[in-house]
Structure formats: structure tokens, C-alpha cells
């Protein structure tokens, strides 16, 4: 029978796991896996001190970047909020991450135009606002106009609705919009905040979790299209893609070091969502949801290794729990960030069992 | 009918024209909202509308793709069909100079290395360089005509795509989506073209592209443009009817920026039409995205493949008049050099 875990060591595996995927895919984001071999003499398996010409350059190992430093202040607001998800809330989630370390050296392209608009004083006017987006960020960027900044903060919303869909994407669509107002930005979040919902009711293992993704990336594009204030671009379809990983991890069996390269090569590692996410749930299916082998290929699957990194680590860390991850890496991280993970987890557990209640 | 050689290089240039013009007016948008602003699948020249890039264009106007490849192919012909660095920096320095295409529409990439042999120094930027966010597909809109002048030599094609590639995109990905483009034009343009061998030289041009690449130019996170290509042929050859294939391109390969999503797609639409000349393009303009592009490049590979005579008669006239450029001149001056190499001289 499958040994039960705590709801605590569920919520504690995710935010850790998110953090530590984090921190490790610092020191190879945007290589390519032959540069990072390379570069570190072999595959990169721990903390690495970031070299000079990666984002996190200066930064220490273990140190986290954007992908973990927004989801956990955005679930300091949620909790200071009760849990009550909005799009406001989002914003000033938001707003607070803006004024942090973390900001200049990392904010990316859809996150730092909204951060920068939100503080204008003369805010632009919608239709400048979006010949901005228009001319700048579609030719100056080679692509993702629905980025993957969306997903890597959307496992809040799951931790704090065990087993509640609905919910679950409901809040998600929200919190998304803050910075990511399109349908495919919203099914790529949708679709790991239902899996992490899904992993924190216990009942069930990767298969269950992943449906659940597949239904959140189907379910949050349609609702998003309901909207008035959302803003559709074109791009490929994450649903889609998110079928083409399962097919393509499905191959072959028994997991082989291939299905990363595959994965890789046919659905992509970069900050498209279309691409970000469905590969970290290719490799969450591939390890079987071992958290640290799965981590490890994401930190090496190049590119955007730190947001698939944190994926992979929330997708895993809830449904193995923390000691899925190596002993001391806890210590570690709180201590480098100066973050208090223990203490986030014990509050999402307080407010869940006060909700119950 | 006859086999006419100044006919399918006529074609690929009218193709990749007509592709470019056409896609002007629905670049940046979903399929859904080409139908929902033109109120029909956009099928002959159109005004661009103003919320995109090629807003102010005229019907049969051209961006930057065709524009790029029509003054690479001239100073190519000027230089008699030898293509080395001298003739592409020339080629995009007298491009950068038509303000009409290059101030408007020229990318990234492009723009910073024309900068860079006009003999600008360009200094170290204070953030990180990422060479992975150059893999994109500058320099495969303008290849089509190194196709066009080396018909049925995929290997010379190769050799040329290359040194054209590597002035402006020196990652192997870019190499790689270059190469195939060219070599589905080079053998597009052949007597005994079919859909197979055309799909079978864009495999051997990534494939060659990709391997040449990983020797000679940086190296770059990012998808394959082989594997991508892969998948994109596989469901353009597979079941359901063009509009429908459209579709499963855009959304499992993708129409963007990417060199990884741009080539394999406009490939793909070539293998869903069956190499249809219009039909091809009128698949890339009304994927969505960045159809200006990728229906350059397919227009190129099936205006080659069936020849100018298969596009709608005031297709050449109204680029021709629109744009100021003279494509019948340039195809037959294509056409001498074409001819001579397909008779084994020089």
C-alpha cells in the first residue's frame, strides 16, 4: 500500500522542490545541454555558482531567481489574503516582487512590461499599450508572446485547493491575468496549478495528476476565451503539445536518458508556455515523479532550465513529499534566500485546516 | 506541359512575393482573426490592417522577407552567380538603404549585423548576451533564390545557403532551417520534382544544415528544426483536408519567429497542398502568426515547383508596379546562370 504522506510534507515537497529546481537550473539557463556539459565538465546534479554570461551571473549557488522569488511572494499575498485570489491581489503580488532583489536581473519579457506599466504614473492608454506590445515585443523577441512566466507561478493556487478543479483554475485564471492576459499563457497555468491540486488530494499518482493538468490546460483556455479583457495572440496550442510529451515519454517505455533529448528537440525547452510546459510534465511522466532525477534533467534540458526546473520540482515535491529531496537541501536554500519555506508551509496548512473547519 | 526552367524560377520569385505580400495583412494574428477582420480566408492581395507591421502597406506590398531575398539574388546575379561575403554584405547594405522595407520591417538579428560590416562598432551590452534568441528566421526568408540559381545541386546549395547564413544568423539552427528551405527550392525547380523528393531534400538540407552547423557556427539552446520538420511533414502528408492540416501545423509545430517553428511549417503547408502553388500560401497566410514569412518561403518552394503560370495573371504586374522592382529582369538573369550550371558549364 502506498505510504501516506502528510499534507505538510505534500506542501513543504512543492514549495521546496520548486526552490530547489529553481536555484540549480540558475547556473544553466539558456545553454544548450552540450554547452552546459561543457561548461561544467559533465551534467549539472547540485548547486552550481551561475558562470558569467548566464542571467544569474553574480549570484551565488543556491541562490533562487524569478521563478521561485514570484510564486513565493505571491503566496505571502494570497495568505495574507486568506487564500482570496484575485487579479489585484496578483498585481500587487506583483508589484511587491518589482521592488525586490530579484527584479533587475531577472524579470522577464511579459513580467517586466507589466511591473513597468503598473508603476507608471501616467499609465499608457490600451491601444499604446498594445501597439507597445505589437511592435516590440513581437519582432523583438522570437517568440512566446504567452510566455512561461505564467506557469512557473501557478502551483499557489493548487496548494491552496486540494482536489478542488474548479477552484483551482478559477483563482489561477486571476492571478494570471495580473501578467499574463491571453488564453494560452492561462492553459499553460491552468494546467499545473489542476495537477497540483490534483497531487495534494492524495488520491492517486502521476496519471491522475497529469489528466488533471490536461483537463486545466483544456478548461482554462476555453474560460479565458469567455473574457472581455483578454488579449489572444497567436501561438501553438499547449494542450496539444502537452499530448504530443505524453505520447512521446510514453515511447520506448521504461525511461531512457533519450526522452530528455526528445523532448528537447521536438516540443522545446524555451519561454514559449507552449513549450515550458508541457515538457516539464513530460519529464514529471518520464521520472515517474522522482523528484530529483526529474529536476536533474530539467536543469540539463537547457534553455529555460530554472522555470522547468521549478515546474518539475512543484509537480514532484507535492506528490512525493520532502524527503523526495536530498537531506540538507531545506537548510540550504532557506538559509542562502534568507527565505522561510517551513514557515509558508505551515501557513498554507493552517489556513486549509481553518477553511475545513 | 512542357518543362520550362525560366517558368519555375518565374515562379518561386512570384511564389515567395505573393507570400510575403499576402501574409503582410494577417501577420500577428490568430486564424480566427484573419477570418473574423477580412470576414473570409485571406486567398489574393489585401491592405495590411493598421494594428500590424505592414500597416500603411498597399495591396501586393512586400515587408521585409521578399524584399531581403529579391536584392540578395541581384547582387548575387551581378557577381555572375558566385556567392561569397562580399556579394550578401552588399546585397544587404543596398537593402538597408531602401527605407521602405528595412526602417519598417527589418529584425533583430538582421539589423545588428548590417550595423555591424557597415563598419559600426557595436559595443559589449552591460546584460547578457543571448545568442540563443537569434535562432530565428531572418536569414531562410531571403535564401529561396541560392535555390533558384543551383537547380538539382543540393550540395552547392548547401554550400551557398551557408555563406549567405552566416553573415547574419551564425547559430546551427539557423544554418540548419536555411538549408532546408534552399534545398527544397533547388529541387523544386527540377524537371522531375514530386512532392516526395522536394520534402526529401528540406530533410537533407536540415539534416546537413544542422551538422555543418554544429562544426563551423555557435551553438544555441533550442528545438530541431529536423525533428520539428519531422512532425510537420508527417501531418501534412497524413489525413484530413488542407484547412484541417493548416490547423494541426499551427498548433502542434508553430507559425512564429522561431527558425524551429517557421521552416518546418512553411514545409509543411507544401506537403498538406500537395505542393500547390497558391494553395500552399494561402495554408501559411492563414495560419496565423508570422504568416509574412513562412508564406515567403513556402511560396518560394511551390511557385518553383509549378511554375509562375500557375498564379493568378495580375499577381506579377501589381508586385512589379507596387513595389517598384523589376522580378521578370531578375528571373531572367536567374534563369542564364540556372540554365548554364544544369548543362554542366561553369
Known sequence: MRKTLSRYDRVLGCLLGAAVGDAMGAATETMSTRQIEKRFGGRVCDFQTPPDDVLARGRKAGQVTDAFSIPYILTKHLLNSDGKASRKLGESALLEWGKSEWFAPFAGMTTRKVINRLNEVHAMGVWEYAGHLGNKLFKGHYYALSSNGAGVKAYPAGLLHPDDLPKTIEDTIELTMASHDDPLSISGACAIAAAISKGMSGQGGVYEMVQAARYGAEVGEAEARKRDDIWVYPGPSVTKRIDMAIELVLRGGVYSGRHMEELRDLIGCGPAIAETVPTAIGLFIAHQGETMPAICDAVNIGDETSAIATIVGALCGVLKGKNSICQGYLEFIEAVNDIDLQGQAKSICALLEKEER | ?346
Open chain 2, 1 to 346: 506541359m512542357e518543362y520550362n526552367l525560366h517558368n519555375r524560377i518565374l515562379g518561386g520569385l512570384v511564389g515567395a512575393g505573393a507570400g510575403d505580400a499576402m501574409g503582410a495583412a494577417t501577420e500577428a494574428r490568430t486564424t480566427e482573426q484573419i477570418r473574423e477582420y477580412f470576414g473570409h480566408m485571406v486567398t489574393d492581395f489585401e491592405t495590411p490592417p493598421m494594428d500590424t507591421f505592414g500597416a500603411g502597406n498597399k495591396p501586393g506590398q512586400f515587408t521585409d522577407d521578399f524584399s531581403s531575398a529579391f536584392f540578395l539574388a541581384k547582387s548575387i546575379v551581378d557577381n555572375q552567380g558566385v556567392v561569397d561575403q562580399k556579394a550578401v554584405q552588399k546585397a544587404l547594405i543596398d537593402w538597408s538603404e531602401h527605407a521602405v522595407f528595412f526602417d519598417r520591417f527589418a529584425g533583430p538579428t538582421t539589423r545588428l549585423a548590417i550595423r555591424r560590416f557597415k563598419g559600426e562598432e557595436i559595443g559589449e551590452t552591460k546584460g547578457v548576451q543571448l545568442v540563443t534568441r537569434q535562432a530565428t528566421n531572418g536569414s531562410a526568408m531571403r535564401i529561396s533564390p541560392i535555390g533558384l540559381l543551383n537547380p538539382g545541386n543540393l550540395d552547392q546549395t548547401i554550400a551557398d545557403a551557408i555563406t549567405v547564413t552566416m553573415i547574419t544568423h551564425d547559430n546551427y539552427l539557423a544554418l540548419s532551417g536555411a538549408c532546408a528551405v534552399a534545398c527544397a527550392v533547388s529541387r523544386a525547380v527540377m524537371e522531375d520534382a514530386d512532392v516526395y523528393n522536394v520534402l526529401q531534400a528540406a530533410l537533407y538540407g536540415a539534416e546537413e544544415g544542422e551538422r555543418i552547423g554544429l562544426e563551423i557556427a555557435r551553438d544555441v539552446a533550442g528545438p530541431s528544426v529536423l525533428r520539428r520538420l519531422e512532425l510537420a511533414i508527417k501531418i501534412g502528408l497524413g489525413h484530413g483536408t488542407p484547412e484541417e492540416k493548416m490547423r494541426e501545423i499551427a498548433d502542434r509545430v508553430g507559425t512564429g519567429l522561431h527558425v524551429s517553428e517557421a521552416i518546418p511549417a512553411a514545409i509543411g503547408f507544401f506537403a498538406a497542398n500537395v505542393g500547390d502553388a497558391l494553395g500552399s500560401i494561402i495554408g501559411a497566410v492563414n495560419a496565423g502568426y508570422d504568416t509574412d514569412t513562412v508564406a515567403t518561403m513556402v511560396g518560394a518552394i511551390a511557385g518553383a515547383f509549378q511554375g509562375a503560370s500557375a498564379y493568378p495573371e495580375h499577381f506579377l504586374p501589381t508586385m512589379e508596379s507596387v513595389n517598384g522592382l523589376d522580378i521578370s529582369g531578375l528571373a531572367a538573369q536567374i534563369t542564364e546562370i540556372a540554365e548554364k550550371r544544369l548543362k554542366g558549364g561553369c
